[in-house]
């Protein structure tokens, strides 16, 4: 399997703009999760989803973002109006339940809000 | 809700010596406390975990110890090598899958 699979590796972008990160996950698992890495704040969870059904979307700063799962092989995490705080790397993982919980990440986007 | 706490932010080895790095958390349902490795430009990957029903585990090199009432535990490599040099991650997941990261520890291993 070729792992978790996110796309763009790279974004840079102007503030106001849309941004939108995309993500493939290992296939046969059912759960998928979306972290935002920074200096400053770390590794946090933004959201996860369960069989194409998001969980947990406590993590989400506000508004502006947003995620969606339209089937088992396929998600994307939108910022709308993206703002030069939202600057990060964005993971996506993925994880199955028998598979002793591990959750597997993909490479990442490195986005920069201009 | 769970908070984990990672010490120290650095650590730097000689080649050969051994590294610890130590995590505390605050949600004792806590229950499962898996350890990330994150080379640079990449995502972290598990390098081994430990449940809350076992005191201790070891993989080769890499041995991870727990201690339920005092809410802590601990990554320990031995024999370090230059390969070993990366950020590591330890977590702590109280259930359903919301796992909560430390900040990290970023290890050099000097050769």
């Known amino acids: 399997d070729a792992g978790v699979i996110q796309s763009p590796r790279h974004e840079v972008t102007e503030m106001g703009q849309e941004v939108t990160l995309r993500c493939k996950p290992i296939?046969?698992?059912?759960?998928l999760f979306w972290y935002r890495q920074t200096m400053m704040r770390g590794l946090e969870l933004l959201i996860y989803?369960?069989?194409?059904?998001?969980?947990?979307d406590s993590g989400m700063p506000e508004d502006r973002f947003s995620a969606k799962m339209p089937n088992a092989s396929f998600s994307t995490l939108k910022i709308q109006p993206s703002e030069p705080r939202d600057s990060a790397v964005y993971f996506c993982?993925?994880?199955?339940?028998?598979?002793?919980?591990?959750?597997?990440f993909g490479p990442g986007t490195r986005l920069l809000v201009l | 809700g769970e908070n984990v706490e990672q010490h120290p932010s650095t650590l730097s080895v000689q080649e050969g010596d051994s590294a610890v790095i130590k995590c505390t958390y605050s949600d004792s349902a806590s229950n499962y406390f898996p350890w990330y490795k994150q080379e640079l430009g990449k995502g972290p990957q598990l390098i081994i975990d430990?449940?809350?029903?076992?005191g201790e585990k070891k993989d080769q090199r890499i041995a991870v110890t727990l201690n339920k009432t005092a809410k802590h535990f601990s990554l320990h490599i031995t024999e370090t090598q230059p390969e070993d040099s990366a950020v590591y991650f330890c977590a702590a997941r109280a259930g359903g899958f919301k796992t909560i990261f430390g900040a990290g520890t970023r290890l050099f291993v000097k050769a």
């Open positions: 430990i449940r809350s029903n076992v």
């Open positions: 993982a993925s994880s199955s339940f028998g598979e002793k919980e591990t959750q597997y």
């Open positions: 989803f369960n069989n194409n059904v998001p969980i947990d």
């Open positions: 296939s046969g698992h059912d759960y």
